[in-house]
């Protein structure tokens, strides 16, 4: 069966690592997404792709960024991590063929930053 | 800034009871999808709405996707324990320069005892 599996499932690192969070998708879709969920503010638009080669910055995209080189990964990167990007990351896809959509989304990732 | 503002944010009730968890904005979105979040994993969709007035019913949810399309709700009937989740509306505006990027309501935390 399809599915998208995010790694690692928890992480704990330190103040200005590098941390790089791993999303697969074997759905084979085109639209890829990340975003964080924090209590009292939902889910935020972190980075997008809809191909390779192709991304763009969501809502709180600052301290991010990604890389599109096959359709299945879409691998998420704090280039100096900080205590406020503690957070839980959700990775997402979608093919949009009906023009809806409609997003699976991966099981998580908890990222403590000491 | 929030488009999507769901109420009521946290709702506690017994079995049996029936219940109803709103999604509003002052915009007028294309589409608009419920989810359910369960601890520990991600959103999982439960329906899309896309057509001013559409009703739909998945066995005791029930989806309303306003005239206007500003706005939705969600009614669940004789709500048993394994409703208890976080429920998330998120919309997706039409000539968007995100495209197909989602915008997410903060959710409404539903626990149902027996």
């Known amino acids: 069966d399809a599915e998208i599996t995010q790694s690692p499932r928890h992480k704990i690192t330190e103040t200005g690592r590098q941390v790089t969070l791993a999303c697969h998708q074997t759905?084979?879709?085109?639209?890829m997404f990340w975003y964080r969920q924090d209590l009292g503010h939902g889910l935020r638009l972190i980075h997008y792709?809809?191909?390779?080669?192709?991304?763009n910055k969501g809502e709180v995209s600052d301290g991010y960024s990604v890389s599109r080189s096959n359709t299945e990964d879409l691998p998420l990167t704090l280039e100096s991590a900080a205590s406020s990007q503690t957070s839980v990351y959700f990775c997402a896809s979608s093919d949009a063929s009906g023009g809806y959509n409609e997003q699976f989304f991966g099981p998580g990732t908890r990222l403590t930053v000491l | 800034t929030q488009l999507l503002e769901q109420s009521p944010q946290f709702l506690s009730i017994q079995e049996g009871e029936n219940l109803t968890v709103y999604c509003n904005s002052s915009s007028v979105f294309s589409s608009l999808q419920w989810y359910r979040q369960e601890p520990g994993e991600g959103p999982v969709l439960l329906v899309t709405v896309v057509t001013g007035g559409e009703v739909k019913k998945l066995k005791r949810l029930t989806f309303q996707f306003g005239d206007a399309r500003k706005d939705s709700s969600l009614h669940i009937t004789a709500a048993q324990p394994g409703d208890t989740g976080l429920y998330l509306c998120a919309g997706q505006l039409p000539n968007s320069n995100s495209g197909y990027a989602l915008n997410f309501g903060k959710g409404t935390s539903l626990l149902v005892t027996p």
């Open positions: 792709s809809y191909g390779v080669q192709d991304t």
């Open positions: 759905w084979n879709h085109n639209n």
